[in-house]
């Protein structure tokens, strides 16, 4: 049975005030520092998951302190006029999704349990380095926050297929048993 908590929960924990002093900072250095020392702790806490283990915390806390902090950056971003609306949404979508399958699986009583795919990984790249960019006041921000849109929309075709195939797979195997 896994520990309550791990140590790789307290490195995930510290996103959680970088989340809440993110829209006050001003400064693009600063900013910049904020995203860096967030995309740190979301690989620290990966690695030491990994090396020292996990908890059924963590489990739950990793994802949802990353979609707080991105949605957080993203609209404190938007907000100052660096992304437009549905640019918002684009970067944001694998995300909003997530959180709409997740409520529904829960008030279904149908939760799946799917690991972390490579199109979920790729868009949290993505994500990373379209909020950089926008923070930068890169020329070329919203051409990335259009491609983060498309390779968010190929991670939620990805998890769903494989959220279909799982779903599937284990109706077969409780056919069988009974």
Known sequence: MKPRFAVADALTALRLPLAVIFPFVRSPAWQ???????AGSDVADGFVARRLGTSRAGAVLDPVVDKLFMAVAFVTIARRGLLA??????????????VLGF?????LHRPVA????????AVTVAQLLTL?????DWTYTRHLAWATAAIAVYAIWDYGHT??????????VAQRTQ
Do not use: F, M, N, Q
């Not at 609306?85 to 997530?98: K, N, P, S």
């Not at 409520?103 to 008030?107: G, I, K, M, V, Y």
């Not at 799917?114 to 990984?121: D, M």
């Not at 959220?163 to 077969?172: E, G, L, M, V, Y």
């Open 85 to 98: 609306w549905y640019e918002l949404i684009g970067v944001l979508l694998r995300d909003i999704l997530a």
């Open 114 to 121: 799917l690991p972390a795919r490579a199109g979920g990984k």
């Open 103 to 107: 409520l529904a699986t829960w008030l």
């Open 163 to 172: 959220a279909h195939k799982t779903a599937r797979a284990d109706r077969s």
């Open 32 to 38: 910049l520092v904020i995203v860096a020392a967030a």
């Open 132 to 136: 950089v960019a926008a923070i930068a």
